[in-house]
């Protein structure tokens, strides 16, 4: 048995915030905006492993309105949801996500944005995959106003 999901994600970039993605810090004069530590690449899978489930979202299982998810650690959050769907008797099979950024490049975070989500994710490295684009100077994210994330798994028995 199979079940498939996906997952997207966007925060605003602004000033005297931390950019963090896939678990790593990446050296940016702009941050993420948001409640939580905002990384746009941990809840884009959060969300596809809860789509996959049929469980709702990530503002459902930790709701932004709630203190103790404050600066969390999102892999921590995936973490949860990792443990969720082992209960169901489902493991990742594979993942694939694309994180958009104007700037800086990601190329050098990717192979520990990697070893970091496979660890959580209980997979080899070679069943994630993060690929990195620009938005090409156009809409919310060539503009370097936002960073998003798009990200489909795979679940098996
Ligand atoms: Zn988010």
Known sequence: ??????GTDTHRLVEG?????GGVPVASDRGAEGHSDAD???????????GALCEGDLGVHFPDSDPQWKDADSLAL???VIWLAHERGLSVVNMDATISLESPKLKAYIPLMR??????LGVKLNCVS??????EG???V????????????????
């Open 1 to 6: 048995m199979f079940r498939i999901g996906i």
């Open 17 to 21: 915030r931390p950019l963090i993605l």
């Open 40 to 50: 746009a690449l941990s809840h884009a899978i959060t969300d596809a492993i809860l």
């Open 78 to 80: 995936l973490a949860r």
């Open 115 to 120: 070893e970091k989500i496979a660890d959580v």
């Open 130 to 135: 993060v690929k990195a684009k620009t938005g």
């Open 138 to 140: 156009v809409d919310a």
């Open 142 to 157: 060539g503009q370097g106003l936002a960073v998003t994330a798009q990200v489909v798994v795979l679940l098996g028995k």
